[in-house]
């Protein structure tokens, strides 16, 4: 049984009624008119529901399941799920991405889960959703250059995202997680990409971001559920709550999302939580201002700072390796990889 603690979030005149499932806490969309995130419900300060967020294109109208309209209608109904082999397998990938610390646990090196990222179990679809991935490999990423196949972008996340270690090739966890990838992308077109494949774009910003902005922003909408800190929230049994956004416990120097452009793509399309209003711009400042902090050490880090930074971490806005207060970032980094 999961245990549920409830929280009580007051946000600019709207109050988010909620509370923190722990377990396997499945977010269903289904009933839940305002969010993703049936567990939380943003209310107007006069108690009515406030308004569902604003679907940018027709195929995120649709949020999590398939209605059989347009031309992505999302990933089928978990109820879809077959009761053999087949699904079972099916089942245990989504358990492993609502909770790769429980059941990967050997391969986790921070607090985060997979769906912290790519949210509902990997089924949100402004959220880089397992539907949209699937039919779209093997591919080339420049990350490695090589081309790469499903199960060899899954061990990316677990390197980097999730600051741990890679499932080997052929592992129950990989069959699991692809199985289950397979199972949500079911009635899309092998290699034909879906408009909701990755993060929604962003435009540039019309300023260069601002940590002074981004903190502004950052202390008025973000600190409250992730900390003045960072350091997310735990829930009152140790349970899950909030993620760390940064420090030993987030992603390390080498996800995704630690490059300031895929952030603000993710926070404008997905932060704060239940009402992501922000302008492009905001998102940029305060996805300038999270990473820049220390996170664990990238990977691929080869003994030197500025050699890393130099190899890797061209990008527009890198923060690897500039300086902040003073102090070098990526010098402090703690250990990547520092799985149980
Ligand atoms: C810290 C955030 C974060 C976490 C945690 C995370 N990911 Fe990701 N993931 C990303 C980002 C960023 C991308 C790149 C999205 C893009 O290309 O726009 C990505 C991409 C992917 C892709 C490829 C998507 C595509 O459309 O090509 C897969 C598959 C994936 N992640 C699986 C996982 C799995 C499985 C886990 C857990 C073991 C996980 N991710 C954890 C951030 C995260
Ligand atoms: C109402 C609570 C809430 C607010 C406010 C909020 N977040 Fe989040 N955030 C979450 C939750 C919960 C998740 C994980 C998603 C999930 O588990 O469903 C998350 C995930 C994230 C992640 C990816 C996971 C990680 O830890 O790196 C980032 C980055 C992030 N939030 C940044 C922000 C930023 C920046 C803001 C402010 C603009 C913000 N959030 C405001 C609740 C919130």
Redesign the pocket.
């Known amino acids: 049984m999961n245990k549920s603690h409830p929280l009580l ?1 007051v ?1 600019g005149g709207c109050v ?1 009624l909620g509370s923190v499932a722990t377990g396997l806490g499945y ?1 269903l969309t289904g009933g839940g008119p305002q969010s993703f ?1 049936s567990d ?1 419900v943003v209310h107007n300060s006069d108690g009515s529901p406030d308004s569902p967020p604003q679907a940018s294109s027709p195929e995120s109208a649709s949020a999590t399941d398939n209605t059989g309209a347009g031309p992505d209608a999302g990933p089928p109904p978990r109820s879809a799920i077959p009761d053999n082999e087949f699904g079972a397998l099916v089942r245990k990938g989504e358990q492993i991405f609502a909770d790769p610390g429980q059941y990967a646990g050997q391969y986790v090196g921070n607090d ?2 997979c ?3 790519h ?2 179990a990997g089924r949100y679809d402004k959220t880089a959703p397992m539907r949209a991935a699937w039919p779209m490999y093997p591919a080339y990423r420049s990350k490695n250059q090589h081309v790469n196949d499903f199960a060899e972008r899954l061990q990316g996340c677990f390197t980097y995202s999730m600051n741990g270690k890679a499932p080997p090739r052929g592992s129950d966890i990989l069959q699991a997680l692809e199985a289950y990838s397979f199972w949500l992308a079911k009635g899309t077109t092998v290699g034909e990409s879906l408009p909701s494949k990755g993060f929604p774009d962003i435009g540039k910003p019309q300023q260069a971001p601002s940590y002074e902005r981004g903190q502004a ?2 202390q008025a ?2 600190a ?3 900390g003045a800190d960072g350091q ?1 929230q735990q829930a009152a049994d140790g349970g ?1 709550g ?4 940064w420090g030993k416990h ?2 390390n120097w080498g996800a995704g ?1 630690h490059k300031v452009e895929t ?1 603000a793509r ?2 404008k399309a ?5 009402n992501p209003a ?1 302008t492009e711009q ?1 998102a940029w400042d ?2 300038f201002f ?1 990473n820049s902090h220390e996170r664990p050490q990238d990977p691929r880090f080869d003994g030197s700072v500025q050699g890393t930074a130099k190899q890797f971490h061209h990008h527009d806005y890198a923060r690897y390796g500039q300086s902040v207060d003073g102090q070098v970032l990526g010098s402090q980094a703690p250990p990547s990889a520092t799985v149980p």
Do not use: E, K, T
Not at 270 to 274: C, F, K, R
């Open positions: 979030i946000i988010l977010w995130r939380i985060l889960r769906q912290s990222c949210f509902d922003v950052f909408n973000c409250l559920c992730h997310g899950y909030f993620p760390p956004l987030s992603y999302m952030a993710f926070i997905a932060m704060p939580l239940g922000l905001q305060v996805a999270v």
